[in-house]
């Protein structure tokens, strides 16, 4: 075989693997560790479940057991169906929106997940949830059939079906299939019979008052005698909101942030607009969106871009809300991040953000917003606010700010969007797919003339490409003055050319290329220009001189120390604001304490985890010993790793007392020369010696590792 036959091979298996992955991403089948976790890529894109209650589930009980009872009745007591004379199994829940349908439906589905995991008899052999959401990773429909129909043949299958608005026979009679709906009739269109349609039934006035006041004075302190002020107030605030469970998470949610007598009283007998505005549920989100601040509720509207229950980020929501200029601090010490962060948990504590469960292994946390708060946002937003979901069907409104865009054509997008010339924000939510040289122009030609909207603050791209395809940003990138957050995510195997006009972006406050590996930018000496920068998003080896100067940066890959201008270890002195991981590497060109303590890693408080790493065997154990002594960290860290480290012994001299204690002290032997995976370490099984004060090294009895990890501080 040629080297150029051998090279399309390769490309081929490695193109097979990757759709073999994303199949088992979206079936939630990806490889079982020992301990029942499944393994997940950081851009796994399983489905969505809606996080437990605080509480559990208040006054669903008989409801929730009714459902349970039918998802493992026997067949002879389903119902016939008339047309294929086959046990039916489809159960619905209907009801309007807010009333509770997906948090039962959510305790069902747990319920039976922990069946499952305990092997109960009876249990299903795969439970999945789904809630409203395209699979972004396939665009053949049949080939997505015939790779569910593959896995999932033979096996009992419960299927959750959340939000279905629209009015098979390979899974087995004893699969079900449990479905949400605002109405009946999606229900019967899918097959289920009315005896099955459960209509979710109206909280007593007492279990009502109970789940009201739990939001409203959960964990509240009070005296007895304002509490019981409340609780009566609380009553009559409570009758007003008809039994809506959201309407009683978010109202008394806002109520909670301010536990006076004085101020609950006037909010029971407040009438706005000749009307009691808790009189419906609409109205009771209404009036919790005044009392948010008037910042707050510009970052609420901002969210009404986004796709109805699309996954956000609450690290991504802050960039862009700072990106766009919606932050106000009169504290010059206060960062814009920080501001921003509160912004965010002040709308999760008042229910506008609700944590969902996603089972990522890295413990990303994602957040949705229901779809009532949904109809509320895109409200308020007005004309600023604007998505195109499937395709161009309407006008998009010609003095429209901040723009998201799923499914698309590339040259009608160029087209439609060219002439937007008070457009802000462009989000392609989609991924773009380039797997030829002919689509590689085409987008290009897009690119350009995307650079017509001189006013763009935000610009985000989805970018897939066949492996080792190319894509170079063309020079006219600089006309973007105005931009502030670059997010170009493509897939490890792409490689993107930056051009020397990058280096003139001077508002560029963050760049992401994802999970790009190679990255051609040969004026990284120019990248000092950027003034502004915060954050660096890359796996490519993209590290540049003079880091320094950056004094704002925040989330640098990593640094890597050499013996030339630009590069020594006093680079990182002034860069307090550092924050997440760290990586050093180049540690045997640091030659004493004295440059080791140019780093001042101590200073860096922000910082929850750091890895040091020497790159070759030419620093002595001695030099090793007092470098890691001038590198002593802040005592805010979170975790510690050493590679390729002369051995645990040099550890003696590092000031470990100046760290919180850590639960638990990973060593991984191995020879001196493996080489770690990342964060997964050698590949071996690691030594774990658990303490709840610090191991000390001398204790260990190891003399070389390669990899050593110390981890899990904790107060």
Known sequence: MSKVELKKSL??????????????????????????????????????????????????????DKIIA??????????????????????????????????????????????????????????????GKACDNFKSRNALKEKLEDELRGKQILLVLGDVWYNSRNSGDRSRILVTSRTEAALLTLGAVKERCIPISDLDDKVFLELFMHYALRDARVSDHDRR???????????KLKGSPLAARTVGS?????????????????????????????????WSYQYLDEQVRRCFAYCSIFPRQHRLKCDELVKLWVAEGFIKTSKAE??????????????????????????????VDYFTIHDLLCDLAEKVAGRDCFRIEKGFTEEVPQDVRYLFVGTYDTKILAENISGLQKLRTLIIGDKIRIDSSTACKVFASMFTKLTELRKLRVLKIDFVGRAHARFSFPDSIAQFKHL????????????????????????????????????????GEDMMNLVNLHSVISWADWDFPNVGRLIWLQTPPFFTIRREQGYEPHQLKHLNKLQGRLLICGLENVQSKEEALEVDLAGKEKLTKVVLSWDDDSCSPEVEAEVLEG?????????????????????????????????ALLLLRSPRHATPRHDAGCGIEPSRAHSYAWVRPTSLHARSHAYIYVGRCQP
């Not at 002020?229 to 009758?239: S, T």
């Not at 960062?335 to 469960?357: I, P, R, T, W």
């Not at 051009?499 to 190679?518: E, W």
């Open 11 to 64: 490309e081929k298996i490695e193109s097979a693997i990757n759709d073999a992955c994303e199949v088992l991403k979206q079936l939630n089948l990806l490889p079982i560790h020992a301990d029942g976790r499944h393994a997940v890529a950081t851009d796994s894109r399983r489905a969505v479940t809606i996080a437990a209650p605080l509480i559990g589930v208040i006054g669903r009980d008989k409801d929730r």
């Open 70 to 131: 039918m998802l493992h009745e026997k067949e002879d007591h389903c119902q016939a169906n008339t047309v294929s004379d086959t046990c039916y199994s489809v159960i619905g829940i209907h009801g309007m929106a807010g009333s509770g349908k997906s948090t039962l439906a959510q305790c069902v589905y747990d319920h039976e997940g922990k069946h499952r995991q305990e092997k109960k008899e009876g249990h299903f052999d795969i439970v999945m949830w789904i809630h």
């Open 229 to 239: 002020e409340l609780e009566m107030i609380g009553e009559d605030i409570a009758k």
């Open 254 to 286: 806002r109520l909670r942030e301010t536990k006076t007598v004085e101020f609950w009283r006037s909010q029971k007998d407040r009438d706005l607009e000749e009307r009691d505005l808790l009189n419906d549920t609409m109205g009771a989100l209404w």
């Open 334 to 363: 206060e960062e814009m991040e920080d501001v921003a962060k509160n912004y965010f948990d002040e709308l999760l504590s008042a229910s506008f953000l609700q944590k969902v469960e996603f089972g990522d292994e890295n413990e």
């Open 484 to 523: 502030r957050y670059f997010a170009f995510v493509v897939t490890a195997f792409v490689r993107l050319t930056l051009p020397a006009t990058f280096t003139k972006l001077y508002h560029m406050q963050v760049v992401d290329f994802g999970s790009c590996h190679y990255l051609d930018f040969s004026r």
């Open 631 to 663: 590198l002593c960290p802040s005592k805010y860290l979170e975790r510690l790793e050493l590679r390729n480290s002369h051995g645990i012994h040099s550890l003696m001299l590092l000031e470990l007392e100046n760290i919180r204690s850590p639960r």
